[in-house]
Every structure is written in C-alpha cells, then in structure tokens.
C-alpha cells in the first residue's frame, strides 16, 4: 500500500499562446481571483476588530453650573467640575481582547481552508480542461479522417468505382462527426472560460503541454489521516472555536464583576450676601466611589448559555474529527478505483484502436473493406480513446481529492 501512493500522476495538457502553466495558474488563482480578494478582507477586519478591543474605558468630565436665586435672594452662585472612571473589578478588557483574539484565529483558519477549497476545485477545473480539449482532438482526428472518406466516395461515386448510397453514407458521417467535434471544441472552450474565471479573469487561450504532476504522499493510511487531522485548516478552526467558547464564558463572568467607579470633584461657591445668612465663597473638593448593587447576577440564564457553548463546541470538535477521517477513507477508497481503472485503460489499448482505424480505413479506400467495417472501427477508436482519457482524468481528479481530504 505504501509504495502504491509514491505513484506520480502525470497529464499530458495542451500548448498554450501565452505559455502558462499550471503552477502560473494557480499563483493567479491566489493572488488575482475575485472571491478569495473579497475572503482576505475578512482578516483585515478581524485583526481591526481585535484592535479595537484593546480600548480603554473613557473617563467622564462634568461640569455643573448653579444660582441659589442670587439675583432675588442673594444667596450667591456656584460651579461644579468632576472627573469620573469606571473600571471592572473583573477585567473586562482583558477577556473581550482575548475573545476579538480567538475570532480574529477563527478568521484566519476559515481564509485559509476556503483556499483549500478554492485551490482544489481550480485543480478540478484545469483537468476538466484537459480532459475536454483530449476528446476534443479525438474527434477532430475522426472528422477530418471521415472528411477525406467523403471527398473520396464522392469521386469514386462519379466515376462509378463506389455506389451512390455509400458516397451519400460517407458524407453524412463526416458530417455527424463534425458536429460532435464542434460540441467537443465549445465544451473545450468553455472549460477555459471557467480557468479564466478562477485565475481572476486572465485570458487563457490553451493549455499546455507540460505534464501535471501530482505527488500523493508515501504514507500507509492511518499516516494519511494522521496528516490530514494536523493540516487541515476547519479542523482547525473547530478548535479555535472551542477556545472562543471558553473565552466567551470568560467574558461573560468578567461581565458579571462589579464595576467600581471612582470620582474626584472641585466646586467654588460665591459669596451669599443675603443679610439673614450671609456666607463667605468657598472652595469645596471631593472624591467618591460608587459600587453597583449586582441583583443582576441571581440571573445565570447568559452563564449557563455560554457554558452549554463551550459543551457546543467540544462536540463539534470531535464532529469535525470524525467527518474528516471519514473524508480521507472515502478519498483513498475513490484513488484506489481510479488507479485500477487507469490500469485498465492502458496507452496499448488506444494505440491499437488507433492501428485498427487506419487498417480499416486504408482498406475501405482500396476496395477491400465496406464502409460499415469503417464506421464501426470509427466508432471504436472514439469509445475506446474516450474511455482512456476520462480514465486519466479520473484518476487526476481522484488524486486531487484525496490531496484535498488530507489538507495539502
């Protein structure tokens, strides 16, 4: 089983006029693809978030101004100013930085599984490619092939070598395959559209011909979902969502902490000329504490919610363990019966229905063979090269998958 996965998977693509392969695909896809430019902003506004709960407490200034009728009775006016701060015996602050922390995590591992996702459906999309402008060949080789039977039937026809109804036949199938070639050839095109819009809109005109390797590790399969739980990225995001559950409940009994506030205050106060209880100006200081009465905390309902979300988030800690070790099992299951299939499908197959084709069909031109041992050979060559070439593909996109289960 171990040497099995030291298999490298190689695919031939096709030539393209900016001369970009696929790993220039894939930095495209990275820095130039609109969805993932858009996902990036999200760590910025995390790490805005986290920064922001890094603030402090505002202090409160006051100013109070008061006149005991000192235009009727005299009795003088007066100016108050205070400063005032409240502060949690519970440190707030620390918590809910340690919370923006845990989310500004989160944002990060989700950024970058979505990657993985995102670099693993390109992958898909590029052995699409392949795979459309392979059969796409294949039928432009049978129509043109069948096109050259055509014109030659119809010489013949003229000359009376072969009959009407074969001249008629012959032109018919080649246009028949013509047709198929033209579906193949937008199905081809619109394969690269797709690559376009993953590399952010980049024109790709072709694929090369470089050959595609995929590297699957040389691990038994108890390795591969050893691997798979340390890199994939939403298991670790599973697991910073525990953490935030935690520091959560944190914040909640932080919350739960009195909050003292402590004041200082100046006050002047002029002079009282009232005749009955006159009093000289003054200056007056003062200094306060104020200590809310917590009646609140005989409710435990946010406390016990947040505890039942720490509970949330273990199991779903462990939800996301066994999801992925089920992923990679059910990857290894699907590469293992690609590879089989592949091996099926060998080169020496299409080769002979190549052979077989050219046999069948230098006969027919001679007079040796009839046109419907011709069609069948054609119909042959298409079934067989077909079949070899979603074999290739299947395995490629096999691989890809089991690549994408483990993380990598």
Known sequence: MKKIFSLCLVLLLGVTLSAQNF????KAVEQHNAAYTAERYSVDIAEAMTAAARVFNDPEFSVEYGNNQDWSLQMGQSVETGLSYAFSLGN???????????EEDITRAALADWFRNLKAEA??????AQEARAVMEVKRSTWEGMEQVAASDSLKAALGDVSTVDARQSRIEARALRGEYLA???????ALNTLSLFAGGMPIQEIPEDDLVLILPDHSAQELVELALEHRADLRAAELSRTLSERNLALVKASRAPEIELSAGYSYNTEVRNEIAPAPQFHGLSVGLAVPLKFSRLNRGERLAAEQSVKQAEAAYEAAQQQIISEVQQAMVSWQAALHVAQECSDTMREDAASILESRRTAYLQGDSSLLDYLMAVRVYNETAEQCITARSGLATAAAGLLRAIGL
């Open 92 to 102: 707030i602050r620390r918590a809910r930085i340690g919370v923006a922390r845990s």
């Open 184 to 190: 193949a050839e937008a199905e081809y095109k619109n």
């Open 23 to 26: 790993n220039d695909y894939l």
């Open 123 to 128: 992958t898909l999309a590029w052995i699409d």
